[in-house]
């Protein structure tokens, strides 16, 4: 955006009354104006520029927050490497600061309740929140803090810190958005994020005792977000 100054000329002296004109007409010593004043002068214009160029610099960034009844994460793992069984964590909290000019200097932040897993079978449900699996009760959330963005075709590959059962590892998001945005009955603009992964579940001391041909170690997960404006 062009920043442009206008200076106005002062008031012509004959349109003035006499004794104003000759208040303005005081003569100045011949030569070059002080170098502290030229400086000064200067510093007022590079701080003006930047006083109005601070706001613009804000505003290429937005918050959105998920729509909780519309975001979940989604599993698939194999069961006896003849089957999969699917299930869904269904609370989850993001943060998406997204930059409107430059996608790759956005950032998000996600924590899921772990609590809410369901599979639509409770005995296995129960198992899973056991120290067996998640232990939801020494580690009731996982969490992701993406540490860098990269386009990626016409999606975008988010890299960030995965804290899962205590342990934090680096995992990459392949990300699809944002879808929208579109009015929401809050009347607020809502859009869409779906993200995939695949992490190893004893990466994070995951079921270590289940080994590999009974539970699976590759977990595949989807991570759904409707993000509403702030």
Do not use: C
């Amino acid at each position: 955006m062009d920043i442009r100054i206008i200076l106005r000329g002062a008031l012509p002296l004959y349109s003035l009354p006499v004794h104003t004109a000759k208040a303005f007409n005081t003569q100045r010593p011949h030569g070059p104006a002080p170098k502290g004043n030229e400086s000064m002068k200067k510093l007022a214009l590079v701080s003006g520029i930047l006083a109005l160029a601070a706001p613009l610099a804000m505003a290429q960034s937005t918050t959105w927050v998920s729509d909780q009844p519309h975001s979940e994460v989604q599993f698939s793992i194999t069961h006896m490497g003849i089957s999969h069984v699917s299930g869904r964590f269904g609370k989850v909290a993001a943060t998406v600061v997204y930059n409107d000019t430059d996608a790759t200097k956005s950032t998000v932040s996600a924590t899921i309740d772990l609590t809410t897993v369901d599979t639509g079978e409770a005995a296995r449900d129960t198992h899973l929140k056991s120290p067996d699996f998640f232990d939801v009760t020494a580690n009731p959330s996982a969490t992701f803090t993406s540490t860098s963005v990269v386009k990626d075709g016409s999606g975008l590959k988010v890299t960030g810190n995965f804290t899962l059962h205590g342990v934090t590892k680096p995992v990459v998001l392949d990300v699809e958005g944002p879808a929208g945005p579109v009015q929401g009955m809050d009347h607020k603009p809502h859009a869409g994020f779906t993200a995939t992964t695949t992490i190893h579940r004893t990466d994070f001391g995951i079921g270590s005792k289940f080994p590999a041909a009974v539970v699976g170690d590759d977990v595949k997960l989807t991570i759904d977000l409707e993000v509403v404006k702030q």
